[in-house]
């Protein structure tokens, strides 16, 4: 009994606030006189797709989503990236392996405000400013990837790999199809927190682009309720059209990322 009280009053509680972020999405499919309507209304009497219409006809959201999504492939290039160090602290003995690998993770403790500075003089020297690969190659590597990596793969066999080995193997191989195959479940973690930061990508791609070209859904919307600050019509579906797929993703996968969590934190 005490279950079933429990169930529903957070089923309740999970319902109330959900309610403004369901209006926003109701809204984006009303017409602006009745986004603006007193008392509001919580289902559209009249369904129209206009406002979506506006923002890849008026707003260049196709540009913006185009953008996204090479930020978002490069990303996964980097999750690769991420992979192998990860291997490489896990399996590997080196000279001063600990040492780096603690200097990667004191990296975490900097905030990534503090490097944006260093990092975009850095690229203003190689001409890269106002260009995708600025905005890509900074995000490329992280060590909250490369130590989840690490952990996770600090638990497959060494027996494995030099059976492997003996039969002939190259590294690379080795990496490509039996390391990469065993982590699946750590795979699959990574990949959804890097489609949400890649989606999400908001303040590097300000920073470092001048050209509205080369900007993201993020920094599109922020330009939406700039220029369109009285339009809530518009302003409801260019929020919708963001953070909807990132809500379908993580519901669909929250369990891959609990416990992939769960696994990396196991040795």
């Given at each position: ?165 003996l039969d002939g193997a190259s590294e690379f191989r080795l990496f490509l ?91």
């Amino acid at each position: 009994m005490q279950q079933w009280v429990t169930g529903i009053i957070l089923a309740l509680g999970g319902f109330i606030i959900s309610i403004p972020f369901i209006w926003m999405i109701l809204s984006a499919f009303k017409p602006e006189m009745e986004v603006m309507q007193i008392p509001p209304t919580f289902l559209p009497k009249e369904f129209t797709l206009e406002n979506f219409v506006n923002l890849f006809e008026n707003m260049n959201f196709t540009v913006y989503l185009r953008n996204t999504i090479v930020v978002v492939l490069c990303s996964f290039i980097g999750l690769f990236l991420n992979a192998m160090a990860g291997y490489a602290f896990a399996k590997y003995q080196f000279k001063g392996r600990e040492k780096l690998f603690y200097l990667v993770l004191a990296t975490m403790m900097i905030p990534g405000q503090v490097t944006m500075i260093p990092v975009y003089l850095i690229l203003n020297q190689l001409h890269l400013t106002n260009t995708m690969a600025g905005i890509v190659l900074p995000g490329l590597v992280g060590a909250f990837s490369i130590f989840l990596f690490r952990q996770f793969m600090s638990t497959i066999p060494d027996e494995l790999l030099e059976a492997a080995r003996l039969d002939g193997a190259s590294e690379f191989r080795l990496f490509l199809q039996i390391i990469l195959p065993i982590s699946k479940p750590i795979l699959a973690v990574q990949g959804i927190l890097t489609f949400i930061a890649g989606w999400n990508s908001f303040l590097w791609p300000l920073i470092i682009a001048n050209d509205e070209s080369l900007y993201t859904l993020s920094v599109g919307l922020s330009l939406l309720k700039g220029q369109y600050g009285g339009n809530f019509a518009l302003q409801m579906a260019g929020s919708t059209f963001m953070v909807v797929p990132i809500v379908i993703i993580f519901m669909l996968f929250q369990k891959h990322i609990i416990e992939g969590y769960t696994i990396s934190g196991m040795k």
